[in-house]
């Protein structure tokens, strides 16, 4: 089972939507669009959400680099 991390490859604020779109396999562009949508549509609860869970999901390892996941970015 693969463990939830901030990425540190694919990241643009702090790398929470990478980290998950990592996790899930999906597009981090895919999962950047849906946290844009979903925070203009509640008033900003999603940003507050987003920010607690960056202080609360860890920063990825070095070294934990998974070449098969075409989603990481060099």
């Known amino acids: 089972m693969n463990k ?4 540190r490859t694919n990241s643009r604020l702090t790398g929470l939507c990478g980290g998950l779109a ?4 999906f597009s981090p562009t895919f ?3 849906a946290v844009v949508f979903a925070a ?5 609860t999603v940003l507050l959400i ?3 869970a ?4 860890p920063k990825e390892p070095y ?6 996941n ?5």
């Open 4 to 7: 939830l991390y901030r990425s």
């Open 50 to 52: 987003y920010f607690i």
């Open 31 to 33: 999962i950047r669009l």
């Open 40 to 44: 203009l549509c509640s008033f900003g």
């Open 54 to 57: 960056s202080l609360i999901i």
């Open 22 to 25: 990592e996790w899930m396999g």
């Open 63 to 68: 070294g934990n680099y998974d070449f098969h």
């Open 70 to 74: 075409p989603y990481h970015n060099y």
